[in-house]
């Protein structure tokens, strides 16, 4: 089992910046990723990681201003989020898997979820 727990959440003005992290413990997990859910959608792929950490993904909307990374010997996930929008107010959470090693942008591929952190963007 893997436990995922996200912080660095908060308030931020459009254009600022903030840096996720995603504590794991557990079982060893492979690819990792971001994912996030704004009211009233569905929850949407945002950043994935191969298990080296050689090989990211992005969505369209986060390329170029966020930034997913990982730190294997602490078991963390982060998501360097800058230049931020209104548009990226939403819950996210951190995934992992420990079936699939390349960063699939596919969450079902991700077997265990953290609780979420929710990111405002104030306009």
């Known amino acids: 089992q893997v436990q995922l727990v996200e912080s660095g959440g908060g308030l931020v003005q459009a254009g600022g910046s903030l840096r996720l992290s995603c504590a794991a413990s557990g079982r060893t997990f492979y690819a990792g990723g971001w994912f996030r859910q704004a009211p009233g959608k569905e929850r949407e792929f945002v950043a994935t990681?191969?298990?080296?950490?050689?090989?990211?993904n992005y969505a369209d909307s986060v390329k170029g201003r966020f930034s997913i990374s990982r730190d294997n010997a602490n078991k963390t996930l982060y998501l360097q989020m800058n230049s931020l929008k209104a548009e990226d107010t939403a819950v996210y959470y951190c995934a992992a898997s420990t079936r699939v090693t390349t960063a699939v942008a596919s969450s079902s591929q991700y077997d265990y979820w953290g609780q979420g952190t929710q990111v405002t963007v104030s306009s």
């Open positions: 990681i191969s298990w080296s950490g050689g090989r990211t």
